[in-house]
């Protein structure tokens, strides 16, 4: 099974918006960025979709996978225990970078790669179900998660003071992956994709105005409401990709080897940015120097990850 170039590219164009944005909230202080380019806020702003939008192409590449794996003649046994270890060692790799100067201490701090990580795993406990009870899980899911983050205050407080919710915000999360899931399936369709794609979008993003009004947006908190609007939103802007990749012949090899090579692109900011930044301080430049260097970091990273690829150098799981 070929790759998917619209995956590709919608994955890459979530890779530098996440880079991009990580670099300028570590560079420049909250207060000195326009309010429309910051992120993991309460309230919804374009930067809070970049999480959530990676954990729903992630459900699509796991569906490709999947009847890759399934076409290949595995056993549903051996691509469970594959997809527990690809996952699992995803947390590992996560806890390692982030907790590096305290795991001395036996300390552990929580990332993004920890988040996708338990998502995956959650999305991957669905995987032999059809749509339709893809569907019904996600969101009995969604349900239970949002009781008990309105009833128990044991439960809000762990999400509401860990970093992106913390490993019961990533349940939330996998409820996207999973929706992601379903997006694959009609992707490997092809001919309903866009109709299909356009009202499963929809009909999330609807959903989510109604339980807005139970427990609103908050990206923090990864709210119900919040992983239906952004998993919708995905379906949509997913849709619009394969629309300018089939229709169009839209192509960026800056996207795409963004898009295949996203796990390194991800490590990369840990040597590059963030364990020099522990010892000279974050947010210490101003929004137009931040902007800049922030650019100029992401660029820095694309010509390390198109040299790796011309020499098949390859971080995946």
Partial sequence: MQREAAVDLFRGAIVTLFLFFNFLSSFTP??????????NQANLLPGDFVAAFFAFIMGVSLAFSYAKRKGNGESSRDIFWAYLKRFSILVLIGLVLDSIFVLAQLKLVWGVLQTLGIAGLVAMCVLPLDERKQVLT???LLGAYGILLSQNQAFYDSVANSNHGGPL???SYGTVTIFGLICGKM???RKTFFLNATLGGIILGVTSLFVCFWIPYNKLLVTPSFALITAGCAFIVLAVFKYLEEKKGFRSEILQIFGRSSLLAWVLQYPMVFYPLAFAGFGKLGFN?????SAALTIIIYLILRYAERKEIRLGL
């Fill in 187 to 189: 992707l490997m369709e």
């Fill in 138 to 140: 996600a969101l009995l």
């Fill in 30 to 39: 909250e207060s000195a960025i326009p309010y429309i380019l910051l992120h």
């Fill in 169 to 171: 915000g990533a349940l």
């Fill in 289 to 293: 120097e931040g902007f800049v260097l």
